[in-house]
């Protein structure tokens, strides 16, 4: 069954979070119509659960998560939703 959901354009979606999770969010990118966001470690879950809960995000499955290791500089997570 095809949905009648309209996904938010990139622009709006980072508009958005930058309103709920202010300088928490510390990148955005529009990488060919997808949204692509940089939080701050201690505020990914609240994101998250937040794209989760949302009715105008819809983020309701999870495609897969995955790191990548920068050796002394840290790790990234990276989730797809």
Do not use: K, W
């Not at 994101?47 to 995000?57: H, I, K, Q, Y």
């Not at 819809?58 to 989730?79: L, P, W």
């Amino acid at each position: 069954m095809a949905s009648s959901r309209h996904r938010l354009p990139p622009p709006e979606v980072g508009s958005r979070l930058r309103a709920q999770f202010g300088d928490d969010v510390v990148s955005f990118e529009d990488q060919h119509g997808h949204s692509v966001v940089g939080v701050t470690p201690s505020r990914y879950h609240e994101l998250v659960t937040f794209l989760r809960n949302e009715p105008e995000f819809d983020c309701d499955y999870c495609d897969f998560t995955s790191a990548v290791d920068f050796g002394e500089d840290g790790m990234e997570i990276v989730t797809h939703l």
